[in-house]
């Protein structure tokens, strides 16, 4: 089955600074990969999303880009704001899964000021 | 605001007991999923009912079930309470539509076992 491993597992950056979190996933058929974003004591909330027919998408200062054949996708942050600092977690979506997500362990992202 | 709400937040209770967490889904959405998160640990998917059918199963365990209702909401129940069962317990649903597998979250049931 599909397996999703995602790295680093806390980082920390300076305001300001651009942050990366990186996923990689075992199933080739996986087609949907979505960032999620928890906040302390929040339940997680989608924040961007990209499907295997595409190879970056931006939403101002968050963007996700995929690599299919190495089978990694990437979160990435610019311009980082106090408000960033919460967990994000990664997931994979087989196409055979009943839309089922296997998430990633998330990151811990700490903006310092 | 997500649409999906849990009841109850909070839930202080014994080792050995039974409690029910209930989850009501977005209007419209058909699939409910539930997860146990650990403290600072990940989200482990625990079952997914989709309109009143078991859909997938992750890592639960027996002495944990669930069903969903005609009117779509979800319970979860928990028997034989273990220390270790102390967690959230988030509930999210989703339309599960060939274009969308958004999942929208609850703001998750506080489990204490003492």
């Known amino acids: 089955g599909e397996n999703v491993e995602q790295h680093p597992s806390t980082l920390s950056v300076q305001e300001g600074d651009s942050a990366v979190i990186k996923c990689t996933y075992s199933d080739s058929a996986s087609n949907y990969f979505p960032w999620y974003k928890q906040e302390l004591g929040k339940g997680p909330q989608l924040i961007i999303d990209?499907?295997?027919n595409v190879g970056e998408k931006k939403d101002q200062r968050i963007a996700v880009t995929l690599n299919k054949t190495a089978k990694h996708f990437s979160l990435h942050i610019t311009e980082t704001q106090p408000e960033d600092s919460a967990v994000y977690f990664c997931a994979a979506s087989p196409m055979d899964s009943n839309y089922q997500l296997i998430w990633g362990a998330g990151t811990k992202l700490i903006i310092k000021p | 605001d997500s649409g999906v709400t849990q009841t109850p937040k909070h839930l202080i209770t014994a080792t050995g007991q039974r409690v029910t967490l209930r989850c009501s889904p977005r209007?419209?959405?058909?699939?409910v999923y539930w997860y146990q998160q650990s403290l600072d640990q990940g989200l482990q998917f625990l079952i997914q009912y989709y309109n009143g059918e078991e859909r997938a199963k992750g890592n639960i365990l027996e002495r944990f079930s669930a069903q969903q209702f005609p009117d779509l909401h979800s319970e979860l129940n928990l028997s034989s309470l273990e220390l270790g069962d102390s967690a959230l317990y988030f509930c999210?649903?989703?339309?599960?539509?060939?274009?969308?597998?958004?999942?929208?979250f609850g703001p998750g049931t506080r489990l204490t076992v003492l």
């Open positions: 999210a649903s989703s339309v599960t539509s060939g274009r969308s597998n958004e999942q929208f």
């Open positions: 990209i499907r295997s």
């Open positions: 209007s419209g959405d058909l699939s």
